[in-house]
């Protein structure tokens, strides 16, 4: 078992920043995929940022550039920093844990084994 807890969201004005962290526990260590999906209303569940074995990155066009995951072995936490925030990113940020046999992080969010309770971010023009 995996547990999540994200925490960092909140309300910021475009152009702003915000930082996302995600505490795990349990068997961490059994999942090498984390990853960060996003839900606006009306809209599925997509995935913008993962990470595989701690190191390789993905990112979604819509946030390259702009977003940045990383991962605290030390800490069991994965964090999202992301700047130049938009309106368009007002969603429920959630984070994820799962496993890659291919070496790359599903983008499919049903591939994913543990989610968080999600935190929200809304962003105002």
């Known amino acids: 078992q995996v547990q999540l807890v994200e925490s960092g969201g909140g309300s910021v004005q475009a152009g702003g920043s915000l930082r996302l962290s995600c505490a795990a526990s349990?068997?961490?260590?059994?999942?090498?995929?984390m990853g960060w999906f996003r839900q606006a209303p009306g809209k599925e569940r997509e995935v913008f940022a993962t990470?595989?074995?701690?190191?390789?990155?993905y990112y979604a066009d819509s946030v390259k550039g702009r977003f940045a995951i990383s991962q605290d072995n030390a800490k069991n936490t994965v964090y999202l920093q992301m700047n130049k925030l938009k309106p368009e990113d007002t969603a429920m940020y959630y984070c994820?844990?799962?496993?890659?046999?291919?070496?790359?992080?599903?983008?499919?969010?049903?591939?994913?084994?543990?989610w968080g309770q999600g935190t929200q971010v809304t962003v105002s023009s």
């Open positions: 994820a844990a799962g496993v890659s046999i291919s070496g790359l992080c599903s983008q499919d969010a049903g591939a994913w084994n543990y």
């Open positions: 349990g068997d961490i260590y059994s999942r090498n995929c």
């Open positions: 990470i595989y074995l701690r190191v390789t990155t």
